[in-house]
């Protein structure tokens, strides 16, 4: 018996390296992939640089990205700036809250760090990039107005704290610009801009006192989905009102969110839940 406990334990270790492996080699493509970006960064051909600052609005080159964007930002061609400014919005457009799983007793986690972590020192000079363009940038200067506004909404988001409190919430928008309706956030014309659902059914919900953040309350019944079994459980989500981009995610509540609000200074977001409930079955 102890040959074989040695046995199994020896053939996990073999299963564990040689599935490290590929990973591994994944990372090591990522790694060579990055610096042949960096390398293209100062290439002579602009059409060179142009492809480089496309690339960069990779998902996998993201932590890394923001120093060479910065560069590519103040480059001598149009087009280089150009697709800069679109790898800068594209990143501001991606979820910059990353959900942690929560176990039973613990409290929702609301964390912008990896946002704040991954722009770094590349703040300040990546927002004056973004603010001074060359006259003949035309076809940039929405783009790049476009970045900078989500830039800031999403800097107000990461610095947003979440804790278990009561407030008095804002159901309808300060601005007058969007609605939530049916489930959904919808603009002036009855657009949709993002459903809110996702994950269970909206509960309650808050603008910030400025318009500018929505932050939503769900509940998660899985006893509609089956009968033996069921758990009860809530979600927190925060969206920007204007583009309905999901800006964060509060993970899994034991319990539903039963209120939400942000307080005055809209730095804050209160939130109660009830009851959890779980039932397994026979």
């Known amino acids: 018996m102890k040959r074989l406990h040695v ?16 990973a591994a080699s994944r990372a090591d493509e990522l790694d060579e992939g ?13 059409a060179a640089r142009r492809e480089a600052a496309r690339q960069l609005r990779n998902g996998f080159f993201v932590e890394k990205a923001v120093p060479t964007l910065v560069k590519l930002l103040g480059d001598r061609d149009a087009g280089v700036r150009l697709a800069a400014a679109e790898s ?23 964390d912008g760090e990896w946002f704040q972590r991954v722009l770094g020192s590349q703040l300040d000079e990546l927002t004056a990039r ?11 200067r929405p783009v790049l107005e476009h970045a900078l506004r989500k830039l800031k909404v ?4 990461a610095r947003i704290t979440l804790r278990a409190g009561i407030g008095t919430p804002i159901r309808t928008d300060p601005e007058g610009e969007v609605t939530v309706e049916g489930g959904e956030l919808r603009d002036a014309k009855g657009k949709r801009l993002a459903k809110l659902t996702r994950g269970g059914d909206v509960a309650c919900w808050a603008f910030s006192p400025d318009g500018k953040l ?17 758990t009860i459980r809530g979600y927190l989500h925060l969206y920007d009102t204007a583009t309905g ?38």
């Open 34 to 46: 990055f610096r042949k970006l960096q390398r293209q960064e100062s290439a002579e051909s602009a």
């Open 214 to 230: 929505l932050a939503v309350g769900l509940r998660y019944d899985s006893s509609k989905e089956s009968r033996d079994s069921y």
């Open 154 to 157: 999403r800097l107000a988001a």
């Open 88 to 110: 800068v919005r594209a990143f501001c457009s991606m979820p910059a809250f990353r959900p942690v799983p929560g176990g039973r007793g613990e409290g929702p986690r609301w």
């Open 7 to 22: 046995s199994f334990f020896r053939l996990g270790i073999v299963s564990a390296v040689l599935c490290a492996i590929p």
């Open 130 to 140: 973004l603010k001074k363009l060359p006259p003949e940038d035309a076809k940039a």
């Open 245 to 282: 981009d999901l800006l964060g995610e509060g993970g899994g509540l034991y319990g539903p969110v039963t209120h939400i609000a942000f307080d005055k200074r809209g730095k804050t977001v209160l939130y109660q839940k009830g009851r959890y409930e779980e039932q397994g079955g026979k």
